[in-house]
């Protein structure tokens, strides 16, 4: 069955700092990869998603990723994070033509000013 | 406003007793999902419905059933065989074709179960 990993579990950054949150997953085939984002008190909301052709994706409020297939990886950054950033963010895959999604655990980032 | 609705926001209920929660989309998506959160687990999908009246199992469908007679609408009923109900419970939806395979979800259901 397709995994998802997320390494960090909780991450603590300053404003300003870079970050990125790791993500791996098991399936060797075709895979649509997403990383969701879930503020405070808000629905889950998609950051991001790659599909097919450049690995590296842009998603909304400055956020990347890049999807390297030797390594089954799909790696969140941003350059620069904000107080707004703390939340939990989650890796998911799509593997092939199935429907529904694998996430991974999550990661719970927060920013201190 | 389009989008996914979930009442209650917080349910109660003993154990033993089965209970429904509701999910509806007015988005005119095909297809519903509903998935369950725990602390530190991430999402697991309970079950799906890619159209009306028809429905698959998620990876963790035991304890629960679902119905699918409107398009709108996706109500799980949480069973009194779930061995652990107390959880988080998302609704989500996705609109037509497979090319730009995107989820919307709702706010989510907090069921705790005494």
């Known amino acids: 069955a397709q995994s998802v990993s997320q390494h960090n579990h909780h991450v603590i950054l300053s404003e300003a700092a870079s970050l990125e949150l790791g993500c791996n997953y098991s399936y060797g085939g075709t895979v649509n990869l997403f990383w969701y984002v879930q503020y405070p008190g808000q629905h889950l909301q998609l950051l991001l998603k790659?599909?097919?052709?450049?690995?590296l994706v842009k998603g909304i409020k400055g956020f990347e990723a890049e999807f390297i297939k030797s390594k089954f990886s799909f790696n969140l950054r941003k350059p620069s994070v904000q107080w707004s950033d703390t939340a939990e963010y989650f890796c998911?895959?799509?593997?092939?033509?199935?429907?529904?999604?694998?996430f991974g655990k999550g990661t719970h980032l927060i920013i201190q000013p | 406003d389009g989008g996914i609705t979930q009442s209650p926001k917080y349910l109660f209920r003993k154990e033993g007793q089965n209970v429904t929660l509701s999910c509806e989309q007015n988005l005119n998506h095909d297809a519903m999902y509903w998935y369950r959160q725990d602390p530190g687990q991430g999402l697991r999908l309970i079950y799906y419905s890619q159209i009306v009246n028809d429905f698959q199992k998620g990876d963790i469908a035991e304890g629960y059933s679902v119905s699918r007679e409107k398009k709108e609408s996706f109500p799980l009923t949480v069973t009194s065989a779930q061995k652990n109900p107390t959880a988080f419970y998302l609704c989500a939806s996705r609109g037509p074709g497979q090319g730009f395979y995107e989820q919307y979800f709702g706010p989510g259901t907090r069921l705790t179960v005494t």
């Open positions: 998911a895959v799509r593997q092939g033509g199935a429907d529904g999604l694998t």
């Open positions: 790659y599909f097919s052709g450049d690995p």
